[in-house]
C-alpha cells in the first residue's frame, strides 16, 4: 500500500531545479561555442556603418579564428568565456527553467489541459522566459561582448579594454552609472525573446514529430541531436538582425548629452540600430557574421537541449528511482 502511495507522487522538478540543471547544460554548450561567438561578434562588427562595408580585416568566420588563434592563442579565441557562463546560467537556467511553468500558466488561463502542446502558449512562454533571462542576464552579456570584440592586434568596432568581468562591471559603473549596466536591455530582450519564441516549441515539435512517427525511440541520443539541430536552424533565422543589433549597440561608444546623461553616440536603440545598418549597409549588414553565428549556435543549441535532457533525466532517475524501487517490492 505504501509503495503504491509513492509511486503515484508526481514527477516534476521544482523551477529551482529546472534553472539549475538547464544553467549546467548552457555552461558545457558555452565552453565549445565561444570561439565561433568571439568570431560572430568581430564579423558583426567590421565595417560598421561603412559605405562598401569599409577595410576588411577579416574575410570570413574561418579566417577570423585562424588570424585571432594566431594572434593571440586560446585566451584570445576564448575571451568573454567568464561572463559567458554567469550569462549562461542566468539565460538559458531562465529560458529552459522557466519554459514549462510559463506553458503551464499559460494553457491553465486559456483553459487547455496541462498536457496540451499549444503553438501560442509555447511561443509565449519561449518568449517570456527568454525575456527574463535577457534582463538578468544583460550586463554580463555587455561584458561579454566588449571582451570579445577587443583585440590588441586586429581590432573593429570600438574597443574596450578590461582586465577582468569585475573591473569591467566597476569601470562601467563608475563612467556610465547604473544605467551603463542596462545598456541595450531593449535589445537583449528583443534578440532573446526572439530566439526563444522558436528554440524550444521547434525543439519539442520535432521531438514529438520523430517519435510520434516512429522515426526514433523518444529517449534515443539521435532524437535529441536532430531536434536540437533543427531548433538552432529556425533561432539562426529568426534571431540574427536582432542578435547584430544587440552587439553594436552594447560596442557602441558613447557621449555625454545635452542632459548630462551618458549615451550611446551611434544607436538611440535597437530598431535605430537596423535602420540605421539598413539604409548604410542594406540587409546583408543584419546578417554579418550569419556563418559565425550558426557555427555558434547549432552546436551551442545541441548541445545545451541535448545536455539538458540527459541532465534532466539522470537527475530525475536519482530523485524518483526510489519510488520505482518501493513500487516494485
Known amino acids: 500500500m505504501s ?6 507522487q508526481p514527477r516534476t522538478l521544482s523551477t529551482a531545479e529546472g534553472f539549475i540543471c538547464g544553467g549546467i547544460a548552457a555552461c558545457i554548450a558555452v565552453t565549445v561555442s565561444n570561439p565561433a561567438e568571439v568570431a560572430k561578434t568581430r564579423l558583426q562588427l567590421q565595417g560598421e556603418l561603412a ?15 585562424k588570424k585571432t588563434w594566431r594572434n593571440e592563442g586560446i585566451r584570445g579565441l576564448q575571451r568573454g568565456l567568464g561572463p559567458a557562463y554567469v550569462y549562461q546560467i542566468l539565460l538559458n537556467g531562465s529560458r529552459l527553467g522557466f519554459y514549462e511553468p510559463f506553458r503551464l500558466a499559460a494553457n491553465s488561463l486559456l483553459g487547455w489541459a496541462p498536457s496540451d502542446q499549444v503553438v501560442m502558449t509555447s511561443v509565449f512562454a519561449g518568449a517570456s522566459s527568454g525575456a527574463v533571462g535577457a534582463t538578468l542576464g544583460n550586463p554580463l552579456f555587455l561584458v561579454k561582448a566588449r571582451m570579445q570584440a577587443y583585440s590588441p592586434s586586429l581590432p573593429v568596432g570600438t574597443q574596450h579594454k578590461y582586465r577582468s568581468s569585475l573591473h569591467a562591471l566597476s569601470t562601467i559603473f563608475k563612467a556610465e552609472g547604473p544605467r551603463g549596466l542596462v545598456r541595450g536591455v531593449d535589445a537583449a530582450i528583443l534578440r532573446t525573446s526572439m530566439g526563444s519564441s522558436v528554440q524550444l516549441p521547434s525543439y519539442n515539435f520535432t521531438k514529438r514529430t520523430l ?27 529568426v534571431m540574427q538582425p536582432a542578435d547584430t543589433a544587440l552587439t553594436r549597440v552594447y560596442n557602441q561608444p558613447t557621449v555625454i548629452g545635452p542632459d548630462g546623461r551618458v549615451r550611446g553616440a551611434l544607436y538611440k536603440n535597437p530598431l535605430d540600430c537596423l535602420w540605421k545598418t539598413f539604409k548604410t549597409e542594406g540587409v546583408r549588414g543584419w546578417y554579418k557574421g550569419s556563418t559565425a553565428h550558426f557555427m555558434r549556435i547549432a552546436p551551442h543549441t545541441i548541445i545545451t537541449l541535448t545536455a539538458n535532457d540527459i541532465i534532466l533525466n539522470l537527475y530525475k532517475k536519482a530523485k524518483f528511482g526510489h519510488l520505482d524501487q518501493d513500487a516494485d517490492s
Not at 509503495?3 to 503515484?8: D, L, P
Not at 559605405?51 to 579564428?65: C, F
Open 211 to 237: 517519435v510520434k512517427n516512429n522515426i526514433l525511440p523518444e529517449n534515443s541520443t539521435w532524437t535529441f541531436l536532430v531536434s536540437s539541430a533543427v531548433s538552432g536552424a529556425c533561432v539562426l533565422v
Open 51 to 65: 559605405k562598401g562595408g569599409g577595410v576588411r580585416v577579416y574575410n570570413n568566420s574561418l579566417d577570423v579564428l
Open 3 to 8: 509503495g503504491t502511495s509513492k509511486s503515484s
